[in-house]
């Protein structure tokens, strides 16, 4: 079965109309949709989807339990090393996400770098994103490397800087370039 990666920015808690009605067709579509369980998008689609009745659903939490899980769907537990509250724990049920799934769809402030992180993985795995541009209120398609460059030319100099800072941004663009032309740097 089809599994859709949906997430965005813990920053945003109001989903957009545009953007619930891609999440009516994955539902309405009987895919499976792959959720977090953190605040913001991620509690936010979940509290959608337990309004539309949606049973496809799975979320995924780093450790053991998760923060959030508003109608007792399934889980799966991320195993994670990491320590407990740091980026790279609560990032690791977001990779295993990003592999899993088929496609993503992300709504993003134009600077979180957990949602970009998500868009990079996907796009390393060549799985395409719909990226929701919440305050523009246009869908970008991600699909290449270069399309993954456009949407990160998107973000203020500020964001940019912080998401070097935060993620290694232009080495994560350096690697997915890699990947895709086979060089597997």
Do not use: H
Not at 12 to 28: A, C, G, P, Q, T
Not at 43 to 55: D, I, P, R
Not at 113 to 122: A, H, Q, R, W, Y
């Amino acid at each position: 079965m089809t599994k859709v990666f949906i997430a965005g920015s813990i920053t945003i808690k109001n989903l957009s109309e545009e953007f619930l009605i891609r999440i009516n067709n994955i539902v309405d579509k009987g895919l499976t949709v792959l959720v977090g369980d953190a605040g913001g998008v991620d509690l936010s689609v979940q509290e959608y989807l337990k309004n539309l009745s949606a049973e496809n659903v799975i979320v995924y939490c780093s450790g053991y339990v998760p923060r959030n899980n508003v109608n007792s769907w399934p889980v799966v537990a991320v195993k994670v090393d990491a320590k407990e509250g740091t980026r790279a724990f609560f990032t690791a049920k977001d990779k295993e996400m990003a592999a899993v799934a088929d496609f993503g769809l992300m709504v993003w402030d134009k600077k979180s770098t957990g949602t970009l992180s998500n868009v990079i993985e996907m796009i390393k795995d060549r799985k395409m994103v719909a990226v929701y541009l919440n305050k523009d209120g246009v869908f970008f398609d991600v699909k290449t490397p270069d399309d993954l460059e456009i949407l990160v030319s998107k973000m203020s100099d500020g964001a940019r800087e912080l998401a070097e800072k935060k993620i290694s941004l232009s080495s994560k663009l350096n690697s997915v370039r890699s990947v895709q032309l086979g060089l597997g740097l």
